[in-house]
Nanobody, 122 residues
């Protein structure tokens, strides 16, 4: 499994913004999908957003217009810009990569980061 390290979580007031980062081990050469999931207390992990290999993106309805995913292949990093945060966005956010090819190797299947906590106060 590729090493994915998330950062950027924290505590923010409702209406605020955060930017999460997911750094892969090595620069990104290609992937099937990369994206973000989240898990709120007492709930199942849910899909948030992903980039597909051709560059298109999919967003969960709950975050459309507020969250934006981007990537820097050279830095091996995927970002999640989160604006207009609401208390219901509170969760642990996990980075996901599927069939990721980096300068360090090729990793088939799903790889997950350790998660970063995002807490939005009302």
């Amino acid at each position: 499994q590729v090493l994915l390290v998330e950062s950027g979580g924290g505590l923010v007031q409702a209406g605020g913004s955060l930017r999460l980062s997911c750094a892969a081990s090595g620069s990104i050469i290609s992937f099937n999908t990369m994206g973000w999931y989240r898990q709120a207390p007492g709930k199942s992990r849910e899909f948030v957003v992903r980039i597909i290999s051709g560059g298109s993106t999919n967003y969960a309805d709950s975050v459309k217009g507020r969250f934006t995913i981007s990537r820097d292949n050279a830095k091996g990093t995927v970002y999640l810009q989160m604006n207009s945060l609401q208390p219901e966005d509170t969760a642990v956010y996990y980075c996901n990569a599927r069939d990721l090819y980096t300068s360090r190797g090729y990793y088939t299947g799903d790889s997950w980061g350790q998660g970063t906590q995002v807490t939005v106060s009302s």
